[in-house]
Structures are given as C-alpha cells and as structure tokens.
C-alpha cells in the first residue's frame, strides 16, 4: 500500500497560509456582496412604489396620445405619427428583478459613485447616505484587509523570484573559478 503524499515540513505552514489568505479575501468579498444586496432590497422597497406611479402615469399620457391620434383624420395622423413622441414606460430600475439596485450599492459602498440613477424619494435618499456612511467604512476594511493579502503574496513571491538569481550568479562565479584559464582570454 502506498501512504499518501505528504508535503515536507517546512512547506505546509505555506500553504495553509495561502488558503487561510483566500478564506479570508473570500469573507472580504463576500461581505461586500452581502451588505450590497441588503441595501439593493431596501431600496427596492423605499423606490418600488414610485417607480410604479410613474410607469401607470406614463402608461395613461400614452394612451391619451394614442386616442388623440385616432380621432385625428388619416392625413393629419400620419404627420402627426413622426412628430409626437410616445414615453418610454419601461421603468424596471428599482426593482427586485433588475441588477441596477445591486450595481447601485456595490458603487455606493465602493465609493466609486452613483452613476446617472440615484434614488428619487427623500427616503431613499436618507438611507442611501446613511448607509453609505459604516457601508463604506466596512467595506474599505475589507478591501484593506485584501490588499494586505495581495501584499504578502507579493512579497512572498519576489523573494522566491529574487533568490534564484542570486543563486544563479553564484553557480556561474563557480564555473568560472573551476574552468582552466587559457591564453586567449
């Protein structure tokens, strides 16, 4: 029977350090997306109804227009057609289906900024800067906490690569002290 393969002594502490550090970015990133999504939710709650009243509202002007341009004569309404411009009354940006809410928190809490939508009511307002403010403070930690992750490594990795030239030039220095010296050099 074969006994399974174990690392030497010296390298596990190695490793087990770089699994604790992608634990520990993982929690990082993970909590980031979580207070995210806790904030997108609220927000849908405190916007949704707005969004609401404005897509009925934009819904009842378009069909007003659309009766206005029945009772209009065919010439008229043909002219009329190019001329009048019907409302867009796709409002899904405060909503539990859309992405925007999140994408909204995760730039709000990353201090990256708001982009063009940001909350309309003067609730939605008052959560979003009272939230942004320990959001933010949680959030930065966190991503310190990964910069000083991808700072060991590194670290780590620059003294691994930095130690072989070293060891290079020695081997070399050694070479040129074994060889005979001939004439010609």
């Known amino acids: 029977p074969l006994a399974p393969a174990r690392l030497p002594a010296r390298r596990r502490p190695a490793a ?4 604790d550090g992608l634990m520990e970015v993982y929690v990082c990133m993970a909590t980031i997306v979580l207070l995210s999504f806790v904030c997108a939710e609220v927000l849908v709650a405190l916007e949704g109804p ?14 007003r227009l659309q009766m206005a341009l029945q009772r209009t ?7 009329l057609e190019h001329i009048v411009a019907f409302g867009d009354c796709d409002f899904d940006y405060w909503s539990s289906t859309s992405t925007a809410p999140f994408s909204y ?39 310190a906490r990964v910069g000083a992750r991808v700072e060991g490594l590194a670290r780590w990795l620059a003294s691994r690569c930095l130690q072989f030239p070293a060891q290079i030039d020695e081997a070399l220095r050694r070479l040129d002290l074994e060889r005979p010296v001939t004439p010609d050099e």
């Open 105 to 143: 928190a995760l730039r709000l809490v990353t201090t990256i900024g708001h982009g063009g939508r940001a909350p309309a009511t003067d609730e939605g307002l008052l959560f979003a800067a009272a939230y942004a403010l320990p959001g933010t403070a949680v959030a930065l930690l966190c991503l």
């Open 50 to 63: 707005l969004e609401d009243r404005q897509r009925d509202s934009c819904a009842r002007r378009n069909a």
């Open 73 to 79: 004569g065919p010439g008229p309404r043909a002219e």
């Open 16 to 19: 087990r350090a770089i699994a």
